[in-house]
């Protein structure tokens, strides 16, 4: 059974470090040509992609976050991490990660698994 | 690179069918066969119904479909039903290391 879930703070301060952790179960980051993703929805609003992580650890960020943002991850731990600078009350949103799945050639570009989402709130 | 395109809101009564556009540009929908599709529930996560603009996964119900026409992908709901009322969400692969995905604004689904 397939599972991922998100974990970080619920309440962070103006200008400072988010970092959230992602834990996967019941598959291994290590498998070829899979990856997650890190997606964001402020309260309302739409969704917004923020960074992918291949299984090869290759990265890939956001035009319009990539300064601020980094993701990383830990296979043995089973864990994708990404870390955000200098949150601002517009960061405030429900942060989710996100699967996509093992290609047999190629990697597949969709979600099939989504954590339950954390809620951030930027606030001082 | 901008969200794509979707009508705010769109309606339809027990049985209809309702189809929801998707418009994005050559560089993302128009460019790939890599559009999926994502319901989402009031405080739920979302979850797939379509990818790889038409195909559904295990568990999708038949009665959602999908298909594209250029920029504009489009996702069908044929006999609409009470548990179908929830927001869709499109997403297409934009093909670059700087913008790997694309979002929808969103699209409310009310039955009526």
């Known amino acids: 059974q397939v599972t991922l879930k998100e974990s970080g703070p619920v309440l962070v301060k103006p200008t400072e470090t988010l970092t959230l952790t992602c834990t996967v179960s019941g598959f291994s980051l290590s498998n070829a040509r899979m990856g997650v993703s890190w997606i964001r929805q402020p309260p309302g609003k739409a969704l917004e992609w923020l960074a992918h992580?291949?299984?090869?650890?290759?990265?890939s960020y956001s035009t319009s976050l990539k300064s601020r943002l980094t993701i990383s991850k830990d296979t043995s731990k089973s864990q994708v991490v990404l870390t955000m600078t200098n949150m601002d009350p517009v960061d405030t949103a429900t942060y989710y990660c996100?699967?996509?799945?093992?290609?047999?050639?190629?990697?597949?570009?969709?979600?099939?698994?989504w954590g339950q989402g954390t809620l951030v709130t930027v606030s001082s | 690179q901008s969200a794509l395109t979707q009508p705010r809101s769109v309606s339809g009564s027990p049985g209809q069918s309702v189809t929801i556009s998707c418009t994005g540009t050559s560089s993302d929908v128009g460019g790939y066969n890599y559009v999926s599709w994502y319901q989402q529930h009031p405080g739920k996560a979302p979850k797939l119904m379509i990818y790889d603009v038409s195909k559904r996964p295990s568990g999708v119900p038949d009665r959602f479909s999908g298909s594209k026409s250029g920029n504009t992908a489009s996702l069908t709901i044929s006999g609409l039903q009470a548990e179908d009322e929830a927001d869709y969400y499109c997403c297409s692969y934009a093909g670059s290391y700087t913008f790997l995905y694309v979002f929808g604004t969103g699209t409310k689904v009310t039955v009526l």
């Open positions: 996100a699967r996509t799945p093992q290609g047999a050639t190629t990697p597949r570009w969709y979600f099939d698994y």
């Open positions: 992580i291949f299984s090869n650890d290759e990265k």
